[in-house]
């Protein structure tokens, strides 16, 4: 059985290629700032975007994007402003900033544990 750091991880690269195929360019990726960890930040062609992902090996405990709750969205706001303000002058010209989900299912309830369900939410604050 896999830990929840491994099975974290392995559900931030799964996201990140899920995102890389979309045509988007990742930025960074589990970047550390005062109060927390922002797991993805990318450009959505114009769109500057941190992405939350959330990795749940079953169901038991409710989907995976159920986690992100009020108070880890403003986090979240709180750690991209920080990214933001310490890559200033490193990011292309953006029309937008955006916070995503990105909620990753490892074993499919309805078919084959092989193939993880990836689901993305786009806007969430």
């Known amino acids: 059985m896999s830990s929840n750091l491994e099975t974290g991880a ?17 930025l960074d990726r589990n970047w550390r700032g005062k109060g927390g960890e922002l797991d993805v930040v990318g450009l959505d062609g114009t769109v500057l975007v ?4 959330k990795t749940r090996s ?13 108070k880890k969205i403003n986090r979240l706001k709180r750690l991209f402003g920080q990214w933001m303000v310490d890559h200033r002058g490193q990011v292309p010209p953006i029309e937008a900033v955006r916070i995503d989900v990105v909620s990753v299912l490892l074993n499919r309830p309805d078919g084959p544990a092989a193939v993880p369900v990836i689901e993305h939410l786009k806007g969430v604050s």
């Open 50 to 53: 941190a992405v939350e992902v």
């Open 58 to 70: 079953s169901l038991a405990y409710g989907a995976p994007a159920l986690a992100v709750t009020e």
């Open 10 to 26: 392995l559900g931030e690269d799964l996201a990140a290629s899920s995102l890389t195929e979309q045509g988007w360019e990742i």
